[in-house]
């Protein structure tokens, strides 16, 4: 039974709180990654970069496109699949490398393509750190997907991924927008792995700390499949909201605390509009990516992102960064609600913000509208 009731503007709070998203801003981007527990990787860069775009959100222009990568390069983060996450967290994935893939097709895809491993392996040891044009596609069983089986050299690109995941690949930094790959053993630090449950357990532990507030899953995302255990933390009740959530008891603790608010355009990677159900629950905001879809069928765009204002989401913003014209195209400004005085002030000045992060010399509004 539940044994806490929050109302929605506490049950808020907490997330905001927990995601890093007060007027609080971090001390640095490593402390940033080990409280979030990851950033989310794509490299969409309409605006910027799902990494870079999360990270400017909370720590604002002292944070520099490219930073992520210069981390990475310093070894003090590491990425793996979709993810990038803080090196010292590290042991907590070693167990589960080991044992990856359980899925049996990819399982099966690596046992038939044993001496195209062998082969990726020996060369990027020989001249490591390698980009994946820099493999020779020699799969003996293709990698296909798709109708037809398309695979133009999309062995290559999952044979590094998988290599990644099993912990015999690292990436080490970027040339332009490829990666770079190295053998793991010359780039992680020699450490001991954190056995499967325990490790789980306390990955679900900081999973909760970093959304604050939380329903239990079936199943992980971001590659954390560590939803399938209890969750911890004090079970509550959200007025408004049906069945019952996990917070972390520290900012359950704090609730009432004085809040204090700012605003933020965040990317649509971002965590905190991660979990669509979730976000409609307790921000009543509605949100999705339209990329994929046809531009006749777009609402709000092909890389809107959301604006918070305080303590709720109050629109979307249309934009696209002109890198050549040195000029963030502003298309419109969605309106959940209509703005007032303040909350405009605030939104275009987020966005003048972005704008010089960006390092563009200007913002266009007139194609706004």
């Known amino acids: 039974m539940a044994t806490h009731r929050l109302t929605v503007q506490q049950a808020r709070r907490i997330a905001l709180r927990a995601q890093l998203l007060d007027a609080r801003r971090p001390v640095d981007l490593v402390h940033l990654v080990e409280d979030l527990t990851y950033l989310a990787v794509d490299p969409t860069s309409a605006v910027a970069p799902a990494v870079d775009l999360v990270a400017w959100s909370r720590l604002g222009n002292e944070y520099w496109i490219g930073a992520v990568d210069d981390a990475i390069t310093d070894r003090m983060l590491f990425q793996l699949r979709?993810?990038?996450r803080s090196m010292g967290d590290l042991p907590?994935?070693?167990?589960?490398?080991?044992?990856?893939?359980?899925?049996?097709?990819?399982?099966q895809?690596?046992?038939?393509?044993?001496?195209?491993?062998?082969?990726?392996?020996?060369l990027v040891e020989a001249e490591?750190?390698?980009?994946?044009?820099?493999?020779p596609d020699t799969a003996r069983v293709p990698y296909t997907w798709g109708a037809e089986g398309w695979s133009s050299r999309r062995s290559v690109a999952e044979m590094l991924e998988a290599l990644n995941m099993q912990g015999k690949l690292a990436m080490v930094g970027r040339k332009g927008r490829q990666r770079l790959w190295d053998l793991a053993e010359r780039v992680y630090p020699q450490v001991e792995a954190v056995p499967l449950e325990e490790a789980l357990r306390e990955r679900v532990d900081r999973r909760l700390a970093a959304e604050g507030i939380a329903r239990k899953r079936a199943q992980g995302r971001s590659g954390d499949g560590a939803w399938w255990v209890d969750l911890p933390g004090e079970v509550v009740q959200v007025e408004g909201c049906d069945g019952e959530w996990h917070v972390d008891p520290e900012l359950l603790d704090h609730a009432d605390d004085d809040f204090e608010p700012r605003t933020a355009l965040l990317s649509p990677f971002d965590a905190l509009v991660a979990d669509r159900p979730r976000l409609l629950d307790l921000f009543d905001y509605e949100y999705t990516l339209e990329m994929y879809k046809p531009k006749g069928k777009r609402r709000w765009g092909y890389f809107a992102l959301p604006i918070l204002h305080g303590e709720r989401f109050v629109g979307k913003l249309d934009a696209k960064a002109d890198r050549k014209e040195g000029v963030l195209c502003v298309f419109a400004v969605h309106e959940d609600l209509p703005f007032d005085g303040a909350t405009t002030d605030a939104v275009h000045a987020e966005v003048e913000q972005l704008a010089a992060w960006l390092g563009l010399g200007r913002v266009d509004y007139a194609r706004s509208g």
């Open 109 to 122: 895809w690596l046992t038939d393509n044993a001496e195209f491993e062998r082969e990726v392996l020996a």
């Open 82 to 84: 979709g993810t990038v």
């Open 128 to 135: 490591g750190p390698v980009l994946a044009k820099d493999v």
């Open 92 to 107: 907590l994935y070693l167990e589960q490398m080991a044992q990856w893939p359980q899925n049996e097709t990819m399982r």
